[in-house]
């Protein structure tokens, strides 16, 4: 059975760039999280969607980021315009509620680096 | 709102001793489940053991064990018989009901398994 799909696995862009994350859930999952990962505020969670619903965006750090999920299988996480401090690894994860136990499964994560 | 605390930044256990790496939390909602997560170098997040705030007995996986004192607020994760693959960030989470159901993560704690 397939993980979690992230892609790109490692992208270096510019300052003032697009940066769009994707992310496959594992067939059957109706959570989806995308989490960021940095040395100084270690996991953060960023948005997590319920059945494509997004449920709570509080950790979303600022207006350039945005997510969506148009359907089961797929998920963006958008940074526009990107900035330096945006650099961190970014992981999206799903889970089902009915299964136990209740836990999450992440993918690789996308290793966004903003220059 | 939901919390999880580790104190503990960093540790070095020599080969063959247990560990103990601590992790305590704070939530309002009755029911909740508790997460290990292990990231080696290469940086994927391994599911280690869960503990289900109803469970009466503490849970096991092989060489983890997860001690839990409920009225302590605390579910510390125990290592037996440490190797070196041992050597990783290991992090707790905490998963609320379905009031709060996301997943939320601790700072983490470096372990080093000294030869």
């Known amino acids: 059975d397939a993980g979690v799909i992230q892609s790109p696995r490692h992208e270096v862009t510019e300052m003032g760039q697009e940066v769009t994350l994707r992310c496959k859930p594992i067939?059957?999952?109706?959570?989806l999280f995308w989490y960021r990962q940095t040395m100084m505020r270690g996991l953060e969670l960023l948005i997590y969607?319920?059945?494509?619903?997004?449920?709570?965006d509080s950790g979303m750090p600022e207006d350039r980021f945005s997510a969506k999920m148009p359907n089961a299988s797929f998920s963006t996480l958008k940074i526009q315009p990107s900035e330096p401090r945006d650099s961190a690894v970014y992981f999206c994860?799903?889970?089902?509620?009915?299964?136990?136990?209740?836990?999450?499964?992440f993918g690789e994560g996308s290793w966004l680096t903003v220059v | 709102a939901q919390k999880i605390t580790q104190t503990q930044p960093g540790m070095f256990v020599q080969e063959k001793e247990a560990v103990t790496l601590d992790c305590t939390y704070d939530?309002?909602?009755?029911?909740?489940?508790l997460f290990w997560y292990k990231q080696p170098s290469s940086g994927e997040m391994i599911f280690l053991i869960y503990?289900?705030?109803?469970?009466?007995q503490n849970a096991t996986e092989g060489r983890y064990s997860l001690n839990f004192q409920k009225a302590r607020k605390s579910a510390n994760l125990v290592i037996s018989a440490s190797q070196l693959g041992d050597s990783a960030m290991y992090f707790c989470?905490?998963?609320?009901?379905?009031?709060?159901?996301?997943?939320?993560f601790g700072k983490g704690t470096r372990l080093h398994i000294l030869p």
């Open positions: 994860a799903s889970s089902h509620r009915g299964t136990s136990p209740n836990t999450i499964y």
């Open positions: 067939s059957g999952h109706d959570y």
């Open positions: 969607f319920n059945n494509n619903v997004p449920i709570d």
């Open positions: 939530t309002s909602d009755p029911s909740y489940g």
């Open positions: 503990q289900g705030s109803y469970d009466q």
């Open positions: 989470a905490m998963r609320g009901g379905l009031r709060d159901d996301k997943i939320i």
